[in-house]
């Protein structure tokens, strides 16, 4: 079992930068796919990014592409989200998650552990 909690979020400029981190506990983070996920307000929670075991494998939503990255510090137990060139459209509250098992997924039924979220608000 994995517990999860997210931080860095704030407010923050169209066009600036964030960086979310997701600090894990428990043990063998290093065996968990993570994933980052996002809400905005009265949409449905949507996939964002996804990073493999080893970090050598990075999924990312088309909304995302080129402007967000996704890493792992597996010493750390920490999976980070930078965020550059942000949009409004990226105001959203921003989750991590964790799936056991090795494929990396985008579905956010395949995810079992979550933290709590960090609100990210993008101003024009």
């Known amino acids: 079992q994995v517990q999860l909690v997210e931080s860095g979020g704030g407010v923050v400029q169209a066009g600036g930068s964030l960086r979310l981190s997701c600090a894990a506990s428990?043990?063998?983070?290093?065996?968990?796919?993570m994933g980052w996920f996002r809400q905005a307000p009265d949409k449905e929670r949507e996939f964002i990014a996804v990073?493999?075991?080893?970090?050598?494998?990075?999924r990312y939503a088309d909304s995302v592409k080129g402007r967000f990255t996704i890493s792992r510090d597996n010493a750390k137990n920490t999976v980070y989200l930078q965020m550059r060139g942000l949009k409004p459209e990226d105001t959203a509250v921003y989750y991590c998650?964790?799936?056991?098992?090795?494929?990396?997924?985008?579905?956010?039924?395949?995810?079992?552990?979550w933290g709590q979220g960090t609100h990210v608000t993008v101003s024009s």
């Open positions: 998650a964790a799936r056991n098992g090795a494929a990396v997924r985008t579905v956010l039924q395949e995810y079992l552990y």
């Open positions: 990073i493999s075991w080893s970090g050598d494998d990075t």
């Open positions: 428990g043990t063998y983070f290093s065996r968990y796919v």
